[in-house]
């Protein structure tokens, strides 16, 4: 059954940095992404990285977030710049296996992560 397990995240305060990963289970995923969710708001996509290692980011994160993959590990990964208050919420990962047409629309991915809490304080 495929697994999504994140961990990372935690408090920092706004101008820091954070990590998150994604533990994936077996399955070579064809794209794998990250979206967050504040409480009230809908849950927004952040980045996506395919098979092929191209990446798509939400123009609120461009030049501050970094989302990779460690094919051998199976670990998806987050690396979070410049963070602002309004990058707090859940994040969660997800995958698919096709990216379709909308690379960053929740509807796009079957699977899953828990969630993992990132709060970035002024």
């Known amino acids: 059954q495929a697994q999504l397990v994140e961990s990372g995240g935690g408090s920092v305060q706004a101008g820091g940095s954070l990590n998150v990963s994604c533990a994936a289970s077996a399955y070579s995923w064809y794209c794998l992404a990250w979206f967050r969710q504040a409480p009230g708001k809908e849950r927004e996509g952040v980045a996506r990285i395919d098979s092929g290692g191209i990446t798509v980011y939400a123009d609120s994160v461009k030049g501050r977030f970094t989302i990779s993959k460690d094919n051998y590990e199976k670990i998806l990964r987050l690396q979070m710049r410049s963070l602002k208050p309004e990058d707090t919420g859940m994040y969660y990962c997800?995958?698919?296996?096709?990216?379709?047409?909308?690379?960053?629309?929740?509807?796009?991915?079957?699977?899953w992560g828990q969630g993992t809490q990132v709060t970035v304080s002024s």
């Open positions: 997800a995958a698919a296996w096709d990216c379709g047409l909308n690379p960053l629309s929740r509807s796009t991915y079957a699977y």
